[in-house]
């Protein structure tokens, strides 16, 4: 290792260091989300949103979603893609318009869909993987356009990549076996221009593999992009190819010493179990939703950044008391600060009415009898639902 390389290692885990210090030290801070005093309870969607709205994706045999699908809302269209396949669909209706792209091993076809937001800043593109290069997809058209002459790492499920400002691109690197140097690269279509050094460097000391793609994720808000690992307890702002620490998770246990466990793959797993670990981040003008998976259970969390409270929600989600629909926990947020929800047809035709327990008189809530409707027209086999529920304007 060169001495300029030691010197940036030297400087990232001292900086490291102090963030950590810094943000423990100082309780009062007021970029801390202090999980401590999470108050339990049951939150109802009308006091969080004005409206919901749903729209049944159209069903037919040329775009068939795929389980664990991601779901982007944009202007005139959603746009929907799985492991294999991209969609759009007419943003207010529905209804079908094209698959984009086509998995395979030729020039102008891919390989996988990556992981992490790879839709670009102008929303017209989307970019997929193919070997060690990136593909775009024009969302217009379906066509490719300006392929890049770049190599990356290979893009597997241990690796995501987002769309930058400016046509530039953001990979971070899931240091599965210890050996990468980097922990993010970035890049533009003449090639690489950037990169963060890794901090944490180690000899695996068993054959034991561990890829758990969920460690690294983006998330976007208010134009700007943002940075977590599963095993920190800081989100960061990437600004101007640097990673500056944005908000600080106050918790009983900080993840920050999993690392130690990095090169035992088993101990890993075991003690993971043990600790609030951080797997999804929104963040809107008022709040920061959040999910944590704790002794194998999912909890879904509520940050208030006015009132700096943080709610432990008791039903993984708001009671939906605006029309009877199922809980609503938003798996996506857009420009305008919509979230999105997405339920699978047959749990919508199944479960609608298990949330009689937590909204009395179900039937006579405003808005059933119209969601009661667009239910009975499903199809079991039906594509997914989008739910989009846009937030009360409390400025």
Not at 308 to 315: D, G, M, P, R, T
Not at 338 to 343: E, Q
Request: aromatic fraction near 12%.
């Amino acid at each position: 290792m060169n001495q300029s390389l030691s010197r940036k290692y030297l400087i990232i885990i001292l900086s490291i260091q102090c963030i950590l210090f810094s943000c423990k030290s100082d309780q009062s801070a007021n970029n801390v989300i202090n999980m401590l005093n999470a108050e339990i309870q049951t939150l109802y969607m009308s006091d969080f949103f004005d409206t919901i709205e749903y729209i049944p994706l159209e069903t037919k045999v040329e775009c068939l979603i795929g389980n664990n699908s991601t779901v982007y809302l944009l202007d005139d269209l959603i746009v929907v893609y799985d492991n294999r396949n991209c969609f759009t669909f007419d943003r207010l209706t529905g209804k079908f318009i094209r698959k984009i792209g086509t998995e395979g091993k030729g020039a102008e076809e891919y390989s996988r869909i990556p992981q992490g937001l790879i839709i670009n800043e102008l929303k017209t593109t989307i970019s997929f993987g193919q070997g060690n290069h990136l593909i775009e997809y024009s969302l217009v058209d379906g066509a490719v356009v300006n392929p890049p002459s770049i190599r990356t790492p290979p893009l597997l499920l241990n690796k995501i990549a987002y769309i930058l400002k400016e046509d530039i691109w953001a990979m971070s690197l899931l240091n599965t076996y210890g050996e990468y140097l980097n922990q993010m690269l970035f890049f533009n279509r003449s090639g690489m221009i950037d990169s963060i050094p890794n901090y944490y460097v180690f000899t695996p000391k068993t054959n034991e593999v561990w890829i758990y793609p969920g460690e690294i994720f983006f998330y976007s808000y208010n134009k700007n992009i943002y940075h977590k690992n599963l095993y920190n307890d800081t989100i960061f702002k990437i600004v101007d190819r640097k990673m500056q620490p944005e908000w600080v998770f106050q918790m009983k246990k900080s993840p920050h010493v999993l690392h130690q466990l990095r090169d035992t793959p088993s101990m890993l797993s075991k003690e993971m179990e043990n600790y609030h670990l951080i797997y999804s981040i929104l963040e809107t003008d008022e709040y920061i939703f959040f999910n944590t998976k704790y002794q194998k259970l999912i909890h879904a969390f509520l940050f208030d950044k006015k009132k700096y409270k943080v709610y432990k929600l008791e039903h993984e989600g708001f009671v939906n008391d605006i029309d009877g629909g199922l809980t609503f926990w938003s798996i996506f947020t857009n420009q305008n600060q919509d979230l999105a929800c997405v339920y699978d047809a047959l749990a919508l035709k199944e479960d609608i009415n298990k949330n009689s327990l937590s909204v009395q008189n179900i039937k006579d809530i405003i808005g059933y009898k119209k969601l009661r409707t667009l239910i009975d027209q499903l199809n079991e086999e039906d594509n997914p639902i989008v739910a989009i529920a846009k937030l009360k304007n409390k400025k």
